[in-house]
């Protein structure tokens, strides 16, 4: 028993241990607490910086295939699911039509219904339209947490703050991401990240449930876009480099068969995809990678009861008959389908001069180009520098998790090149990459500055220390004497174990602290720095000057990110701006112009022909009947318009009259400068149409020198071509005309004369110009 006012040190030490205790909840709610705060705020401002289209313009679906997936939304919302599936549009592609429930992915529809109908239920009374005008940006939101969770898993907490950050306004994101672009990628991307995240989680736990919920992620991908086929081949390939960097481990066999077997299972219930999960060679990847670490993992179980010798033999006989089932396999596939059921974007990614050579259709797309060395400046900006910092940052600290960032990085660098869309894939990557290396960057800067103070405060502590001893004698000496002579024995006992605890404990951290500076004292005279714990100490004044510089460029970012959000990213394509001289904004609302005049003033069953990237538009603004839309399924069907739109008039007007076509829809910006226009866009027309008709030579339409151009010197069949001669008609009113777009002086423009077609429409600044097409009379006479 202790006397009474004694102190307990056992009591102590749990009083002391309680109050650790206390602390350490505190501080973890506190970091709890701020970092809920920052990932809100960057939620709420990867979803504000979305909104300029919406604030400048108005509440509208942007750029072509948007308005499909509006279009398909309302079906589904009006007239619910059943018919969603089984709808036919008879307003494209006359007179075939469209299947729709087999040919699209339905992914980004069912989420907006689902918004939709959640919205009503709460008691708002939302119209689709803004349902799908905001998807994209609410979805931004979910992508910025998606990067935050997976950077956490690989790296740590602070650099999945940075992520979420960085991605959150990272244009190359944000181009497909603006409140407007109801298209498959704003809502993939998140499905990607996410999915990504998951896949990490299942790999560095080796849990069935993290690999359901990976797989389940992946199925709502496959339902959003057809770009599921960078995933199913980025995975298997990650797979391929852990087993042969010798990181196999049973997680990853649990993680990978469950992601294929479900995956694989769970992506052929999209219509859409259906058997080609299992039959065409973007899958066979995947299949091929499940066949090889299941071959792994059973030689391994042989191994473990069988001798060398044996064992020699059984993999000797495995990899031939390996071998003979794969060659068999490639040259069943083969003979079956020439072409071994590999779509043609897929043989661009694998040879970027196919589509060129082989399909013009794809090669038209502006978005299946490569990509530009400014592009990636433009879109990526601050992160095309950080991304080989995180990458080093990955290798020095080498996990399977870092393995995964590594690869995907890789992989995204390289099919960004072949192809300009897959920016949007690059941009996550370079975003995690660059937040791990920055991250760790400032990390080794703070801890530098840090023990610049900690020497600083050590010293001043190593000045005082023979003071302070002296005094503590004395009062001891004192405090000794000055006891009272009845206290009990074990208490002087207790006190004295007490003090010689304390002694030891002194003599421990003083060898610590003399042992540490003899470390560093070793390491400068070899020319080192000194070592504080496992980081390496930069000088104070390198230290403030990276910090600085850090923070400079990242401001730099903010404001590229935000101008080019602004300037380049916001207009919605059908309705287009400019700068006045005096620096005002002017407005060309063109294109709403003309499809409101075909709603208003054409029958309901009108038939239009117009080139096929203005096919959805028309569907779903005009509510009217197109030949060819964005869909671009029947190659044929689209060069039969081009031959019609590159012939002589009386050519197109057997083939307008064969179409039972009742206008004809032209884009021109030869006067106000819109450089989108059919005019420069009629090569691709030509070379589609000599895809199917070899009777068409692009030779033909070019000048004498082998050049493009509409001038004087524009090739004969340019010149009686029905597109030119559509687009120039009455340009100048009898006179010149020069074309802003081409820089070019037209001389005989003013000639033109049209007998088959009359003009019906043309825009504000003649840059949609319809024509009717004449229908003849009884005795068929014009």
Known sequence: MAPPGAVDPIQVGDQSQQHENTANVALRQKEMFLRTITLSLICIVSFSIRLFSVLRYESIIHEFDPWFNFRSTRVLVEEGSYKFWNWFDSRSWYPLGRIVGGTVYPGIMYTAAFMYNILHFLGFQVN??????????????????????????????????????????????????????????????????????????????????????????????????????????????????????????????????????????????????????????????????????????????????????????????????????????????????????????????????????????????????????????????????????????????????????????????????????????????????SAIGISETLKCCFRSLQADNDDEESSEARQSTGSSTATAGTSTVTSGISEDSGRSESVKKSKTRIRVRKTKSTKTETKTETKTESQDTTSARQGQAPKRGRSTVIPKSVALCMVAGAFSLLHQYVRHAIWATSEAYSSPSIVLSSRGSGGERIFFDDYREAYYWLRQNTAEDAKVMSW????????????????????????????????????????????????????????????????????????????????????????????????????????????????????????????????????????????????????????????????RVKKPDARGWM
Request: charged fraction near 15%; aromatic fraction near 16%.
């Open 128 to 433: 689709i339209r803004d349902v799908c005008v905001l998807t994209a940006p609410v979805f931004s939101a979910l992508t910025a947490l998606s990067a935050y969770a997976l950077t956490k898993e690989a790296s740590d907490t602070a650099s999945g703050i940075v992520a979420a950050a960085i991605i959150s306004i990272v244009p190359g994101y944000i181009s497909r991401s603006v409140a407007g672009s109801y298209d498959n990628e704003g809502v993939a991307i998140t499905a990607m990240i996410f999915c990504f995240y998951l896949w990490t989680k299942a790999v560095n736990t080796g849990s069935l449930f993290w690999s359901g919920m990976a797989t389940l992620s992946y199925l709502y991908m496959v339902a959003c876009w057809g770009g599921y086929f960078f995933l199913i081949n980025l995975i298997p390939v990650y797979v391929l480099v852990l087993l042969f960097t010798g990181r196999y481990s049973h997680r990853l066999y649990v993680a990978y068969n469950t992601f294929y077997v479900l995956g694989t299972l769970l992506s052929m219930q999209i219509r859409f995809v259906g058997f080609n999960a299992v039959q065409t060679f973007e899958h066979l990847g995947a299949f091929g990678t499940f066949g090889l670490i299941n071959l792994y993992c059973g030689t391994n179980w042989v191994r473990s009861f069988t001798g060398p010798r044996v064992f020699k033999s059984f993999v000797r006989w495995l990899a031939l008959f390996t071998l003979s089932v794969l060659v068999s396999l490639v040259l069943v596939s083969f003979a079956f389908d020439s072409s071994g059921r590999m779509t043609g974007r897929i043989r661009t990614f694998l040879d970027p001069t196919y589509a060129s050579r082989n399909i013009p259709i794809i090669a038209s797309v502006s978005e299946h180009q490569p990509t530009a060395w400014g592009s990636y400046f433009f879109d990526l900006h601050l992160t095309v520098y950080l991304m080989p910092i995180g990458l080093y940052f990955c290798f020095k600290k080498l996990s399977d998790a870092n393995m995964f960032l590594i690869t995907y990085g890789a992989f995204a660098v390289y099919f960004s090149g072949v192809m300009v869309r897959i920016m949007l894939v690059l941009a996550p990557a370079a975003s995690v990459l």
């Open 612 to 771: 096929w990237d203005y096919g959805y538009q028309i569907s779903g603004m005009a509510n009217r009947t197109v030949i060819v839309d964005n869909n671009t399924w029947n190659n044929s069907h689209i060069a039969t318009v081009g031959k019609a739109m590159n012939s002589p008039e009386e050519v197109s007007y057997k083939v307008a009259r064969k179409l039972d076509v009742d206008y004809v829809l032209v884009v021109f910006g030869g006067l106000v400068g819109y450089s989108s226009d059919d005019i420069n866009k009629f090569l691709w027309m030509v070379r589609i149409a000599s895809s199917v008709d070899s009777s068409v030579k692009e030779k033909d339409y070019l000048s004498a020198n082998g050049g493009y151009t509409v001038g004087a010197n524009a090739g004969k069949a340019l010149v009686k071509s029905l597109m030119y001669n559509l687009c120039y008609y009455r340009f100048g009113d009898g006179g010149q005309g020069y074309d802003r777009v081409r820089q070019t002086q037209m001389p005989n423009v003013g000639s033109i004369k049209l007998k088959y077609f009359e003009e019906a429409f043309t825009s504000e600044h003649w840059m949609v110009r319809i024509y």
